[in-house]
Nanobody, 125 residues
Framework: QVHLVESGGGLVQAGGSLRLSCAAS????????MGWFRQAPGKEREFVAI????????YYAESVKGRFTISRDNAKNTVHLQMNSLKPEDTAVYYC??????????????????WGQGTQVTVSS
């Protein structure tokens, strides 16, 4: 069992930055890959960024590449999403998720096993 709690969302102007955090508890943190997803009103949940269990591999959606950075601290059981140069189209509820499959890094939300409750990010123009 994995329990995830996101924090760090809020309201920011376009061009600004936010840092999201996700605190994990339960199963050993190094036994799962971690992802960030987001869901805007009326849209499906979409992949944003993923980091492997060791932190050695990261993947980003094209829409955020070069602006967002995912990282993890296995000693503190946390994963972060640093978001820079934010745009109004980044507005969404952001979720962290855990994937117990370590063999491959996956980008589909349906393949993830555990989810946080989400944190709202609103970017004003």
């Amino acid at each position: 069992q994995v329990h995830l709690v996101e924090s760090g969302g809020g309201l920011v102007q376009a061009g600004g930055s936010l840092r999201l955090s996700c605190a994990a508890s339960g199963r050993s943190f190094e036994t799962y890959n971690m992802g960030w997803f987001r869901q805007a009103p009326g849209k499906e949940r979409e992949f944003v960024a993923i980091i492997s269990w060791s932190g050695g591999r990261t993947y980003y959606a094209e829409s955020v590449k070069g602006r967002f950075t995912i990282s993890r601290d296995n000693a503190k059981n946390t994963v972060h999403l640093q978001m820079n140069s934010l745009k109004p189209e980044d507005t969404a509820v952001y979720y962290c998720a855990a994937d117990l499959n370590l063999l491959i890094v996956r980008t589909r939300a349906t393949e993830y096993d555990y989810w946080g409750q989400g944190t709202q990010v609103t970017v004003s123009s």
